[in-house]
């Protein structure tokens, strides 16, 4: 009788034993709701304990009890190894989910896409569109001067601002970064572009990279293929060892912050360091933050005899040897 006490009672222990240890894995693989089909923005801090972030979870009713939470990440040896950030969660999902996100470090990423050729003020507008971000401060970094030093900057004037190396790409970021972050993406983007090769052929013709970006700059905005964008190139550097203005019609755009290609006679005579028709050689600076076609095209022009080129509406560019024959091509493609 005694023995069968013993047997029972032993088995009563462990059954119970195996109902707790069931129940617990229930718990943590069966989510709170299976119809919640809203996400949550839950962001953890550097410095929150494992027990806090689980009574925020159940607080903001993600999962079904914070002690599962805990327990199941003590078990895990994962207590310790929870990464801060703003996560996407829902209450249909488990706790085991739940703490494996987190303990991926799998956030909330945003997406910015910057168009080749827009201005700073253009990519100004664009983050006024995103919660948490300011076109204004966008402009005033880009104004100034950032107190980290990029190679890439090396020969810039520092009194020409940051607009033309604003690399255009997409951007991923964690949730929450900020207009310096997108900066120097950008810039850190454009400098890993920027190959030796290229630096190397720079050199040799003589150039700074500020040069470069400003001829970019201006090719970016005139024509848009890439064997286009090669010749107009070697036509407009032409025109600087000649001596002849590079009368750009998209300097004057930039003074008159317009986007047209109708330039007035009046505007033409409107004094600006950028103005191309008055001034000659280079603006002062970039007029736009080029791509790496434009780019490419300012290092390595593509030799040919013409010295004018318009664009049709179509967008293709019609090129000239002499004045009378560029006359004869704007009759025939913009009248």
Do not use: C
């Not at 470069?212 to 107009?232: F, P």
């Not at 008159?256 to 005579?269: A, L, P």
Request: glycine fraction near 6%.
């Amino acid at each position: 009788m005694i023995l069968e006490d013993i047997v029972k009672k032993n088995f009563s222990t462990f059954a119970i034993l195996i109902f707790l240890i069931s129940l617990f894995f229930f718990g943590v693989n069966v989510p709170r709701s299976f119809t919640e089909k809203e996400d949550i923005k839950f962001t953890i801090f550097t410095g929150d304990g494992i027990e806090q972030i689980g009574d925020r979870l159940e607080e903001e009713g993600i999962i079904i009890d914070s002690i599962l939470f805990t327990t199941y990440a003590f078990l895990n040896n994962k207590h310790q190894s929870l990464q801060a950030g703003t996560y996407l969660l829902n209450s249909n999902m488990s706790v085991s989910m739940v703490l494996d996100k987190i303990y991926k470090g799998i956030v909330v990423q945003e997406r910015i896409t910057i168009i080749e050729g827009w201005r700073a003020s253009e990519i100004a507008n664009y983050l006024d569109e995103f919660n948490g971000l300011s076109g204004d401060i966008f402009l005033d970094i880009v104004a100034s001067e950032l107190p980290k030093e990029l190679a890439i900057l090396y020969d810039k004037p520092k009194s020409r601002g940051l607009q033309g190396y604003l690399f255009p790409d997409t951007y991923f970021f964690n949730y929450g970064f900020s207009e310096e972050d997108l900066i120097l993406a950008m810039l850190t983007n454009l400098d890993n572009r920027l190959l030796p090769e290229h630096r190397e052929e720079i050199e040799r013709r003589g150039k700074t990279i500020f040069e470069i970006i400003t001829m970019a700059s201006l090719i970016e905005e005139e024509v848009r293929s890439h064997q286009d964008k090669g010749m107009v190139s070697d036509i407009l550097w032409r025109r600087i060892e000649i001596g002849m203005p590079l009368q750009v019609d998209a300097t004057i755009a930039f003074i008159t912050r317009k986007r047209t290609t109708r330039i007035s006679i009046k505007e033409t005579r409107i004094e600006s360091p950028y103005n191309t028709y008055i001034n000659r050689g280079l603006p002062v600076g970039p007029i736009s933050n080029p791509g790496l076609k434009s780019i490419l095209a300012a290092i390595y022009p593509i030799p040919n005899d013409y010295l004018f080129y318009l664009s049709k509406p179509t967008g293709e560019t019609v090129f000239s040897r002499n004045f009378q024959e560029h006359i004869g091509a704007k009759n025939r493609y913009l009248r």
